[in-house]
Every structure is written in structure tokens, then in C-alpha cells.
């Protein structure tokens, strides 16, 4: 196929620096240490927010925040239709709204409807350079080519394809499990996307058939599911998805083979925080909280008497306001009441404003002023840094702490679709609840602003080229560039 040094992205569902810095050091992951050691690393990429795989995913590929891609998490409610958007929580949230319909909003919806039209994909700008790529294991996958997918006849029933079958854009290159596969006998143990064995050997066969396009991005997901029982120091993960890059790795001649044939990328979508172990102390009920309103029922359509509907996303959460006579404040007072809700954010206006149930004061703030901060973004504020843990400087230079980009992302989720609406974020060691949302005590959760879960490693290795800023938004143009001026050269 192309000419081109392939570029092969490996994303790592909740691949942490602490962890993964560890794993290396005590020799668990050899594969790792030896892109690190033959490449550059990054322990500080900052995720997109909230932090959930869907809202992440888009970001890497369209190289913007959900303002622009307009995929908000994943849970979500479509003010337009009176919907909940839900690709796949906990199974008793699921199955309450209905799984056909949280299958088709995944496998569907979410690509032909939700991901912004304005927006484009790092699959659709390679296509427009007449250079291939390949999703293996993304449910963000939007590209160019039209592709015919197809629902086994035995899982046919929990979709609402016709004969099991659709048509949509992919790259040219696609497997998602059981509904597309490069190997024709390959098998997969789960339903929907392939486990991290599945995803290793599509990667190898596209490898072993000379077959590998201009760019190639791999999700290994499993690792997730043992974080939120196991905690965030889990090491026998990486040790189990390092064995997955050697044997990759291992296709070729020697390992340095393989950074001089292709440009290697390995990096973590998102971090988790540790979750505390007591029930009422570190699981906020929001419904609780907000008890004295009539909040909808999600195993039913939102009746008109309907007041509030929540929308959890692990430790951060949507709360909308479909009643129109009830005040924003009455609710951001009730919130407030909690202190172990560190960030309350709605808009007025222009402006987005923050307060805390941890700390007094308000911010308010919109883009474009006398602010400046370290991603060379310019903001206009007024009122307590502290809520946001900014750091200003007398010279109006501004820094994150424990929220990084906080500004921006803050800003991205409110103006991520229509309504009205307020985000809360957890603080650490607490999670979100509502009606069947499933939490996790005794464990670890993802979903808020906090560094801990927006702080993730990168590693690449195979060319000297580096991102512009420490960001998934700004790997799109990163791989780009690095595309592009091979094609030229």
C-alpha cells in the first residue's frame, strides 16, 4: 500500500503515568520501557472532559472539544428529541432505557448523527490526502468509505438494524469485533468491540500481510474494567498489555526493526481516582439532593410535569432543567449544600460561571481577554481563581493545578449541546448516582476534571516530531504533520 512510514497509534484505556512509570521501573513491562527508552515521553497529556472513552475518542480524531464535535459524554440527554443519549453504562442503567436502543445510539448514532457534520476526522482529512488509514476496536471510527456492517443472527434481536445489517462510513481498513473483522475466522469473546487479544492479533495480520496504511488506531480497552474494581496502582494490567505490544512488536525482525519500519504511539485515554469505601460518605445521590423536585424516570419517555433530568457520567455528572418556571440558583443552592461537589459550572449569557460546594465564592469567565494561559488560549475572568485552582501570575499569565484546562473544558462540556443545563464534578475518592447508575466503591472512577483522571501518558517513538501542546486536541494536527511531510518528502 503507501510508501509512507506508517504511524501506529495504540490508545490504552486508563494507561496512568504512576502506574505505568512503575510497571517499567520493576521490569513488568519491557515493551513499554523500550519505546520509552528509544522515543519520548510524556507523562502530562491532558484528556478532554468529561473523561469518558466516547467524548475522549472524538476529541483525539476531530482534534477539537465537544463544543465542536458536539459528543458530550457518555450519558447525555438531547434536549431537541427529549431523549437520553446512553452508548452503554452499568447494565441495570442500560436495560432500564432499553439496550436495543443504547446499542444503536453506539453503534450508530453516535458516528451518523451525533459526531458534528462540521467537524472532520483524522480518517476523513487522510482520505481527502489520498492516503489510507484503519480503526481497529474504536467505536469512533467515521472515515470515507461506505461499509456494510453486519449483527450475528444470534445478537440480531438487541439491535434495530433490518436483517441485522447498516451501512456507514468507516476508514478504509475496520474491525470492530464481531460486526467487522479483518481476519474472516477471527474470533472474539465479547459482543460488541474485541478484547485487547483481539485487537493485538487484527493489528499483527495487517502487519503480517504487508497491509498497514498511512495510519492506524488501536483501542486495547480491558484494562478499564479491572482499574474500577482493582484501584489505579493496578500494575498486572500493564504487565498483561505490555505482553500484547511485544508480541507485536515481535512481528518484525528485532524491536528496533519495528521503530525503524513504522512511527509507534502508545498513550491513555483517561486516569481514574481512587473511590472511597463507605456507601454514604463517598457516593453522592444527586436525587437526594435534589428530592423536593420531580425528576424523570429513565425507564420511561420525560413527561411534560417532568422538572429535572440527571445525567451521570461516573464522578461527573449533567443536571437539565426542563422546567421552565424553576430557577437555576435554587438548584445551584441545593447543590452547593454538598461538600463533596468541588465544582458547580453553568452559563448566563456569554459567560460560564463556578461555584463549589467545598469553597466559597464565584468565577465567571468567557474566552477572549487580557488572560493568557499556558496553552495560548486567552480568557476573560473575574472573581475566586481558587475555585478553578489557577495560578495568575501579576502579569496575567495563567496556569492549571489540580484542573488542568480547566477553562476550556469547562467551557467545551456547557456549550456541548442545546438546553439547559449544569455540570458538577465530584471530588476526589466520591462518585455520582441516580436512578440505577452504577458507582464504585472500594475501587476507582473516571469521568471528572480532576488531574487524576485528566493527566495520561504518551510515549512515541520512531520519528523525532512531538505534539505542539500536551493535549489529546492537539494530536490530530500532530499526526497529520507527521503524515503529510512524509507524503511531500
Aim: aromatic residues 10%; glycine residues 6%.
Amino acid at each position: 500500500m503507501s510508501q509512507l512510514k506508517p504511524v501506529i497509534l495504540l490508545n490504552i484505556d486508563s494507561l496512568m503515568p504512576e502506574p505505568l512509570e512503575m510497571a517499567v521501573q520493576t521490569g513488568r513491562a519491557p515493551a513499554l520501557k523500550f519505546l520509552i527508552e528509544n522515543g519520548s515521553y510524556f507523562s502530562n497529556m491532558v484528556s478532554s472532559f468529561p473523561t469518558m472513552s466516547v467524548t475522549i475518542d472524538s476529541s483525539l480524531l476531530t482534534g477539537t472539544y465537544a463544543d465542536k464535535h458536539r459528543v458530550p459524554g457518555l450519558n447525555w440527554f438531547d434536549d431537541s428529541k427529549k431523549e437520553i443519549i446512553n452508548y452503554g453504562t452499568g447494565f441495570r442503567e442500560t436495560f432500564r432505557l432499553g439496550i436495543r436502543r443504547s446499542v444503536h445510539n453506539m453503534l450508530y448514532r453516535l458516528n451518523n448523527e451525533h459526531l458534528s457534520s462540521k467537524v472532520t476526522t483524522i480518517f476523513e482529512d487522510l482520505a481527502s490526502m489520498g492516503i489510507p488509514s484503519a480503526s481497529i476496536n474504536s467505536f469512533v471510527y467515521r472515515g470515507n468509505t461506505p461499509k456494510r456492517l453486519h449483527v450475528p443472527r444470534l445478537f440480531s434481536t438487541l439491535t434495530r438494524f433490518e436483517d441485522g445489517e447498516w451501512i456507514t462510513n468507516t476508514p478504509p481498513i475496520f474491525s470492530l469485533g464481531l460486526f467487522s473483522k479483518l481476519r474472516p475466522w477471527g474470533y472474539t469473546p465479547q459482543i460488541a468491540a474485541g478484547s485487547d487479544k483481539y485487537t493485538t492479533r487484527e493489528l499483527q495480520h495487517l502487519i503480517r500481510k504487508n497491509n498497514l496504511p498511512g495510519f492506524t488506531f488501536c483501542i486495547f480497552q480491558d484494562m478499564d474494567f479491572r482499574i474500577h474494581f482493582k484501584g489505579p496502582m493496578d500494575i498486572k494490567g500493564i504487565a498483561k498489555i505490555d505482553r500484547e505490544i511485544q508480541k507485536i512488536l515481535s512481528m518484525y525482525s528485532s524491536w528496533k526493526e519495528a521503530l525503524n519500519r513504522n512511527v509507534w504511539m502508545v498513550m491513555g485515554d483517561n486516569g481514574h481516582s481512587s473511590t472511597g469505601t463507605k456507601y454514604r460518605e463517598f457516593i453522592i445521590d444527586l436525587r437526594k439532593i435534589l428530592k423536593e423536585y420531580r425528576i424523570a424516570r429513565i425507564q420511561r419517555k420525560v413527561h411534560e410535569k417532568d422538572q429535572l433530568v440527571l445525567c451521570v457520567n461516573q464522578r461527573m455528572a449533567y443536571i437539565y432543567l426542563l422546567d421552565k418556571n424553576l430557577s437555576m440558583s435554587s438548584i445551584i443552592e441545593r447543590l452547593k449544600s454538598d461538600q463533596r461537589i468541588d465544582i458547580i459550572a453553568w452559563k448566563e449569557k456569554d459567560s460560564v460561571h463556578i461555584a463549589s460546594g467545598m469553597k466559597e465564592g464565584s468565577l465567571h469567565y468567557c474566552p477572549t481577554g487580557e488572560y493568557t494561559d499556558v496553552y495560548n488560549q486567552s480568557w476573560r475572568m473575574e472573581g475566586n481563581h481558587d475555585l478553578l485552582d489557577l495560578n495568575v501570575t501579576n502579569d496575567k499569565k495563567l496556569s492549571y493545578g489540580d484542573y488542568p484546562d480547566a477553562l476550556a473544558r469547562v467551557y467545551s462540556a456547557l456549550h456541548s449541546h442545546s438546553g439547559r443545563f449544569i455540570v458538577v464534578n465530584a471530588k476526589p475518592g466520591c462518585d455520582f448516582k441516580a436512578q440505577s447508575t452504577p458507582f464504585h466503591l472500594s475501587g476507582a472512577a473516571h469521568g471528572s476534571l480532576h488531574k487524576q483522571e485528566s493527566l495520561v501518558p504518551l510515549v512515541i517513538a520512531g520519528t523525532t516530531e512531538k505534539p505542539t501542546l500536551p493535549r489529546h486536541v492537539d494530536m490530530k494536527e500532530f499526526i497529520l504533520r507527521i503524515v503529510s511531510k512524509q507524503s511531500k518528502s
